[in-house]
């Protein structure tokens, strides 16, 4: 779904297990950058182009801002 900002993608990856895990999102070239952010769209953290990868947490949502 688009951003509050209207122009770029939210990506929302959730941990329904309840077990820790390792999660990797691959992006076509067209996205310029990634944000982590909170539920409120605040960034956490940056990523370049490519691929995004990390750990997730039992029952943990995450947010990504697809900058394209």
């Keep these: 779904c688009l ?3 209207g122009k770029d993608l939210m990506v929302r990856v959730a941990e329904y297990r309840g077990k820790c895990g390792n ?3 691959s992006l ?3 996205v310029k950058r990634v944000y982590e952010t909170d ?3 605040d960034v956490i ?3 370049d ?3 995004v990868t990390g ?3 039992p029952f943990e ?3 990504f801002i697809l900058e394209l």
């Design 3 to 5: 951003a509050h900002n």
């Design 23 to 25: 999660f990797a999102l």
């Design 28 to 30: 076509p070239s067209k």
């Design 39 to 41: 539920l409120k769209e």
């Design 45 to 47: 953290k940056t990523f």
């Design 49 to 51: 182009q490519g691929e």
């Design 55 to 57: 750990m997730i947490n």
């Design 61 to 63: 949502i995450k947010t």
